[in-house]
């Protein structure tokens, strides 16, 4: 098995950062993509950055200019820096990865999430 956990979520004020982080552990053989998805109350999850093993980087509107994305691929880490937030950047955040695990298959993971709340 597999296991994403996340840390680094909070309270900040609007204009404020925060840096996440997640790693993954367990029956790693190779990680493909990393990245990082968000769902607020009511809302529908989306996309907020994802990073490939080379170090292809997609981000969704709502990260582009603000967010960055980045990945230690020997500790089997992502982070995301968050700047300049907003309050409707709150949400919970939750990391993927797409494993190569000991099945020998490729398989999508995700973490339990990690609550950032924007708000003076």
């Known amino acids: 098995q597999v296991q994403l956990v996340e840390s680094g979520g909070g309270l900040v004020q609007p204009g404020g950062s925060l840096r996440l982080s997640c790693a993954a552990s367990g029956s790693i053989l190779s990680i493909n993509v990393m990245g990082w998805h968000r769902q607020a109350p009511g809302k529908q999850r989306e996309l907020v950055a994802t990073?490939?093993?080379?170090?292809?980087?997609t981000y969704g509107d709502s990260a582009k200019g603000r967010f960055t994305i980045s990945r230690d691929n020997a500790k089997n880490t992502v982070h995301l820096q968050m700047n300049s937030l907003k309050p409707e950047d709150t949400a919970v955040y939750y990391c993927n990865a797409e494993v190569l695990d000991s099945t020998v298959r490729w398989n999508d993971y995700w973490g339990r999430g990690t609550q950032v709340t924007v708000s003076s």
């Open positions: 990073i490939t093993n080379p170090g292809s980087i």
